[in-house]
């Protein structure tokens, strides 16, 4: 099964502008470890993995009725921010709750990706 990962939100970190620079090279290393972990648990594979811009670099599209507009800035007006992301292929929930407690401490969604096959 393939899951979506979504680090939102800074949860425990922090701000990451707010962060010293050993602070920044801790939490680095801990995207380096889920990294390795993932790479050496049986039938764990990365497909996909990046950090994402903040949100004031986003640009939103709304389509009603229609009619679509496009703003900038990120979707929700909200305190929490999407940072990355990963889509992991897994053999079950468990396996993917059980590394992403090796990520930094952000608050983090885990959803499954449709078969659409």
Request: with cysteine.
């Amino acid at each position: 099964m393939k899951y979506f990962v979504l680090l939102a939100g800074d949860g425990d970190v922090g701000p990451w502008d707010q962060l010293s620079p050993e602070e920044q090279e801790a939490t680095f290393a801990k995207f380096g470890a889920f990294d390795e972990a993932c790479g050496k648990r049986a039938g764990v594979k990365t497909l996909a993995g990046e950090a994402l811009q903040d949100g004031s670099m986003a640009t939103t599209m709304r389509t009603r009725g229609g009619e679509s507009t496009v703003t900038d800035g990120p979707f929700a007006e909200a305190t929490e921010q999407i940072g990355g992301f990963y889509v992991i292929e897994a053999p079950d929930l468990d396996t993917m709750t059980d590394l992403c407690r090796i990520l930094p401490p952000y608050d983090i969604e885990i959803r499954p990706v449709v078969d659409m096959g």
